[in-house]
């Protein structure tokens, strides 16, 4: 019984979310005025700074991203405001689905794609690369991000949706 109820435990109320295999480490900085993440990539994952470093500042006009505070390109090191916890399934705004059409339409127009977000497939009920904050969400690891034909980022931006949708009609099964 104990096995189950620490099983439950770490799917529905994770204590820490996921980072990729090209970040080594992760540090929140409580600065005087603000709080903010340092992420610092591996040294042989220079392409995913790059990348990283490129997108944010290709949307950095837009409200649903992490900005950028200040970069170490020697110690690979990207600095951002912080934006929140983890999304899961359990903290969802009730906005969620408009935020996110909001979004898919902007990468749309930009012709990005943000192709490694949605639910985790570990743990789906944690939605990877994706914060929130005051109820508003927000885009974080641009790293895996592509340039994109618009019909490519409608469709996986709609199954993510999709997929997000039939794990809330799971989640009230567990409640």
Known sequence: MDFLKKYYNFIFSPKNFPYGKEVKEIKIKNNKDSKTIVKKFRENKIDKYIKAIFFMEKLSNYDF??????????KLELEQIYCGKQLRIKNLPKDWKEQLIKIKKI????????IDWGPWEVNPFIINNVCINNEKLYFIDFGDCIFDKPENIEKYFNLQIWY???LIECNILFI
Not at 65 to 74: F, P, S, W
Not at 107 to 114: A, R, T, V
């Open 164 to 166: 997000i949708e039939k």
């Open 65 to 74: 991203i992490a900005k950028k505070v200040n970069r170490y390109d020697k």
């Open 107 to 114: 990468l749309i127009k930009e012709n990005i794609g943000f």
